[in-house]
C-alpha cells in the first residue's frame, strides 16, 4: 500500500449521516451553473454547524470516480450509490431556479435506509443573499434530523457565511469549473474578494493538496483562525498535509490536540500513523489505533 493510499485509508471519517448533491437546475443556463454548487456546499457548511454529520465536496467527488461516475448531473438513484459508498444514510437533492434578480431553491430529503422521501423544503428570495438563504435552509433540515441542533436558532444564524454575493457567486464559478487551475484561481479570487470566507479558503486549501502543493495547503488553511466553524477540518487537513511532507512529529502533535477536543477515529488513525513514522516512536501507536477501533 502507497503512503497516499494509506493515508486516504487513514483519513476516512466516519459515516457522515448525510450527502448534499449538488443542486441542479430547473431550466439549464451556461450564465448560471454555479448556483447549484455554491448553494449546495453552503448548505453542507450549515449543516455541519448545526452539527449534523455531513460528508464534504472531497469526499464526494472521490466515490464519484470510485465508482467511474461522470462530474454531471445525476439521477436519484446513481447519487443514492454514491451515498452508499460514502455510507450516508440521508441524501439531500435539490434544484434551483434563477429569475431575474430571484432565486428559489427547493430541496427533498431522502432517507436511504428506508426509502422514504419527503416533501419539498423551498427557500426563495434575492439571489444575492443565495448564502443565507442555503443557510437558512439548512437549519430546517438539521431540525428534521434525528438529533436536533444542540445550539439555538439565533447562534446559528450568527454563523452565516460571512462573504459578498461577489465572492460567492466567484467561489461558485470555481465549484463549478472542471479544469483544477481555473478552480485555484476563482478561489483565490473569492478570498481577495472576502477575505473571512473561510469555506473558499478551506477548499482552496483542499486543492492545494489535491495538486500535490502540501507546504502552501498548510499555509492556506493556517490562516482559518480556531473560531471559525471551518477550523477542525482545516486542522485536520493539515494534519495530512504534514504527513504528507515528513513532518511527523508536528502531524502528531497536531492530532493529539484534536483528539483532546474530540477524540474521532480519524483523528486518532492519523495521529497513530504520525506517532508510528516519527523519529522518537514511543509506543502509543497500538492504544491509539485500538482506541479507534473502538469508537469506529
Sequence with gaps: MTIASLLLWLAASPPPATLVMSFDPAEATAEQDWVGPAASELLARGLSIAGVPVADRGERLRAQSALELPQVALTRATALRIAEALGANRLVTGTYAVKGDQ?????????????????????????????????????????????????????????????????????????????????????????????QFHEARLTLGQLLREAGEFS??????NRIPADAPESRTARFLQGVALLEIGRYRDAAKLYASLAEA?????????????????????????????????LA
Design 103 to 195: 432565486v428559489t431553491l427547493s430541496l427533498r430529503l431522502l432517507d436511504a435506509e428506508h426509502a422514504s422521501l419527503s416533501s419539498a423544503i423551498v427557500a426563495s428570495g434575492p439571489l444575492a443573499r443565495l448564502g443565507d438563504l442555503a443557510h437558512s435552509l439548512a437549519w430546517d433540515v438539521a431540525l428534521a434530523s434525528a438529533t436536533p441542533p444542540a445550539m439555538s436558532r439565533e447562534s446559528y444564524f450568527v454563523r452565516r457565511p460571512d462573504a459578498s454575493f461577489e465572492a460567492v457567486k466567484t467561489y461558485g464559478r470555481g465549484l463549478a469549473a472542471h479544469r483544477a487551475a481555473t478552480q485555484l484561481r476563482l478561489a483565490r479570487d473569492a478570498l481577495s474578494l472576502a477575505p
Design 216 to 221: 502552501a495547503a498548510y499555509e492556506t488553511l
Design 262 to 294: 474530540d477524540p474521532t477515529p480519524a483523528v486518532l488513525n492519523n495521529e497513530a500513523l504520525a506517532v508510528l513514522r516519527s523519529p522518537e516512536n514511543d509506543g502509543r501507536a497500538s492504544d491509539l489505533l485500538r482506541r479507534a477501533a473502538d
